[in-house]
């Protein structure tokens, strides 16, 4: 067999095929689970409710978790640095404190405490807790409207950097000279907009039931495919630098996964307002997958880490590009050897609530 070079539709049709592949599994073998355990920490049981019995639930499974939270939450929080990084030698102890001040002060600034709190409470009743670490590009749009210009004024500002006109109208204006003859002088009215790049560190809790991985996995490192399955509105996506018409045109646009929005109605008790925001076109939410896996994309024969943006219903490929680390970190609670998903502290005690 020659080794060739893949093609998008191909690798389309591979990251498409391992991510619902993926889905299939967190669907029949895990949500069920994570669903039972979230009825159980809200005082629920399974077990029927016999006429003339007390129906008073002791809630084992909620008093449990809530007892063992704080302590694990001191592991990562007692100390004076929850982040740091140790020098290998000696040039690179400064680059150390300064990469320890830096991720300290954006752990501090994103509200760490609430994000160890969400993995934690999520590992203890869900299996595993996520938290999804990245550097994020984006682009943030200024609109100014300036009036009475000049010439040389408007010149100035439609050649400053990243500066677009939106719109323009021009006015005559009639001024008397030295000699006092009259003089029509150009008066300029603009509206613009400014594009500004920024990037920085973002860390967010992932959903368990956005975060999927494939049945043969063992650990972040060695699965197949790990994604980050979500929503986001057509104006992010634009923001992130994609084409608005190719965006806004995806078929499909809203995540239809019976399992997302059964785990997400048992977490906040109501269903979300699929219709909103419907009439600005930018407002509208669309599936996005983001996968990590490895592919020979190049025809090497050995295969390396992409990161591979789909969107809509039917995972039109947005984005593929070489990619390093996976950006996830899993927390667990009661890890089973050789295998990705373990038990969760809400598994070990639904029989002592019944």
Known sequence: MKLEKMTEDEVQDIASDAVQSAINFIESEISEDRIKSQRYFEGETDIGQEDGRSKIVATKVRDTIRAIKPSLMRVFLSSENPVEFVPNDQADVKGAEQATKYANYRFSELNGYTLLNDVIHDALIKKTGVLKIWWEDNTDQEMFTFSNVTEEEMTA???????????????????????????????????????????????????????IVDRNAKSIEDAYVVAHR?????????????????VSELSGLSLDDTYTDSEAFERKGYEQDEEENTADISMKKVAVTEAYMKLDKEGTGIASMYRILMGGGDNSLLECEPWGEVPFAVFEIDPEPHTFF?????????????
């Not at 008397?176 to 560190?201: F, N, T």
């Not at 860390?203 to 368990?208: D, G, L, R, T």
């Not at 992130?240 to 018409?245: R, S, V």
């Open 157 to 211: 500002i439609v050649n400053e950097p990243d500066a677009e006109v939106i719109e323009h109208s021009t006015e005559m204006k009639i001024e008397m000279d030295e000699m006092g003859m009259e003089m029509q002088i150009p008066q300029h009215s603009l509206k613009v907009s400014y594009k500004k790049e920024k990037g920085k560190l973002q860390i967010a809790s992932v959903p368990p039931e956005e975060f």
């Open 230 to 246: 979500t929503e986001m509105t057509v104006s992010d996506l634009v923001q992130m630098g994609y084409d608005f018409e190719e």
């Open 342 to 354: 373990g038990r969760s502290v809400a598994d070990l005690i639904m029989n002592d609530q019944d």
